[in-house]
Nanobody, 119 residues
Framework: QVQLVESGGGLVQPGGSLRLSCAPS????????MSWYRQAPGKLRDWAAS???????HYSDSVKGRFTISRDGAKNMVYLEMNNLKPEDTAVYYC?????????????WGQGTQVTVSS
C-alpha cells in the first residue's frame, strides 16, 4: 500500500492562494492516478482533481479554472495549486493514490491537511 504525506495547508484570506504537496512512498509514475479530495465539516468527502500516470488532468466543476494539479518526477511529488480561494473551499484536503493491481483498484489515503479560507 502506498504511503502518502500531505502538507501545505493553512489559513488564507478569500482570493488568496495555497499550494498543497503530496509525497507518495512509491514512484509517482508507477501509480495509475493521483488525486486530491476534500471534506468540509459535516459533508462527505468530494473529489477535486486527478492526474493520471500519462499526465492527463481532470477537475471537478467547483475547482476548474482555479485549481491546478501537477507532479514533479524529480522530487516525486504531486501538487495542488489553489488560486482565488473561496470560503467554501474550506475543508480537509486528502491525497489519494489509485493503483490497478490484477484488475482491482487499490486506493491509499494520506492523513489530510486543513485548508481554511476566512477573513
Amino acid at each position: 500500500q502506498v504511503q502518502l504525506v500531505e502538507s501545505g495547508g493553512g489559513l488564507v484570506q478569500p482570493g488568496g492562494s495555497l499550494r498543497l504537496s503530496c509525497a507518495p512512498s512509491e514512484n509517482i509514475f508507477s501509480i495509475n492516478t493521483m488525486s486530491w479530495y476534500r471534506q468540509a465539516p459535516g459533508k462527505l468527502r468530494d473529489w477535486a482533481a486527478s492526474i493520471t500516470d500519462g499526465g492527463i488532468t481532470h477537475y471537478s466543476d467547483s475547482v476548474k479554472g482555479r485549481f491546478t494539479i501537477s507532479r514533479d518526477g524529480a522530487k516525486n511529488m504531486v501538487y495542488l495549486e489553489m488560486n482565488n480561494l473561496k470560503p467554501e473551499d474550506t475543508a480537509v484536503y486528502y491525497c489519494n493514490a489509485a493503483q490497478i493491481v490484477a484488475g482491482v483498484v487499490k486506493g491509499s489515503w494520506g492523513q489530510g491537511t486543513q485548508v481554511t479560507v476566512s477573513s
